[in-house]
């Protein structure tokens, strides 16, 4: 099922009547050519971009920054890989870890779920409920942890993994940019066959070819220029774990 555009969006880019099973290439085949375009995208961004494209990843490894606070003890902060977050709640049972995701973090008894709640572990519902034991920053895709101490990074967790965690995570609504290039891209597809004859052509026009890469071309300058192709956000997991000092929240 498509998410990002439709076949009428890229019928109508190209002037063209809509897409149906008579047409060639029918909608349906037009639709795969789409699917195809957004997996591109997901790849060139690194992003699902609609919650339909939602991705799930699967004890993702994690390194823990110390973060100065106002209080005595010292919280964690865990930066994940990917943002927003879309599934992060607690589970009564492992079965639903994967729906809700999971937080593993590792100390004295070994890696503990801070999700599941027979853990006895307390979840914050945003990002200033700092009084419990895990928060996040769902837009930032940031796991705070309260109370984490030198005594947990001291601890030798196996292979040097801090934690591990699941979630999902996409953009809720498909912005606008990345509608127009998964038509560009799909155009290109379209356009590069010259045997569905759908473009035309003229002593003064481009040919196919040239049109499938100008739609190409297109396309990845839409991401570039908003800066898609790159989602910048220092890793904790790369920078983190002891000896690199405290850094402010």
């Known amino acids: 099922m498509v998410s990002y555009c439709t076949h009428g969006d890229v019928s109508a880019f190209l002037q063209l009547a809509d897409f149906s099973g008579s047409t060639t290439p029918t909608a349906t085949q037009v639709e795969s050519f789409i699917e195809l375009a957004e997996g591109r995208i997901e790849a060139l961004t690194n992003h699902a971009w ?7 990843v699967t ?5 823990i920054q110390r973060v100065q606070s106002n209080v005595v003890s010292t919280r964690g902060r865990i930066q994940l890989s990917h943002y927003p977050i879309l599934a992060f709640s607690q589970h009564a ?31 914050g519902s945003n990002v200033a409920d700092v009084s419990n034991d895990v928060w996040a920053d769902i837009e930032r895709g940031i ?20 934690g591990y965690v699941s979630y999902k995570y996409a953009t809720a609504t498909t912005p606008k940019d990345i509608k127009l290039a998964t038509i560009y891209f799909t155009a290109a597809t379209i356009a ?8 035309q052509e003229g002593d003064d026009a481009m040919n196919n070819q040239t049109k499938s890469e100008k739609f190409e071309d ?16 220092t890793m904790a997991r790369a920078i983190g774990g002891f000896g690199t000092g405290m850094v402010t929240p």
Do not use: C, F
């Open 192 to 199: 590069m066959n010259d045997d569905l004859n759908l473009m």
């Open 50 to 56: 609609s919650t339909a494209n939602a991705i799930s």
């Open 93 to 123: 049972s492992p079965s639903l870890s994967q729906t809700n995701g999971n937080v593993k973090i590792w100390g004295s008894g070994g890696y503990t779920d801070y999700l599941d709640s027979d853990n006895s572990k307390t979840l």
């Open 143 to 162: 796991i705070y942890l309260n109370s984490y101490s030198l005594h947990n990074m001291l601890n030798s967790s196996p292979a040097g993994v801090d």
């Open 59 to 63: 004890d993702e490894r994690v390194r």
């Open 218 to 233: 297109m396309a990845m300058k839409i991401l570039k220029d908003n800066r898609r192709l790159e989602r910048d956000m």
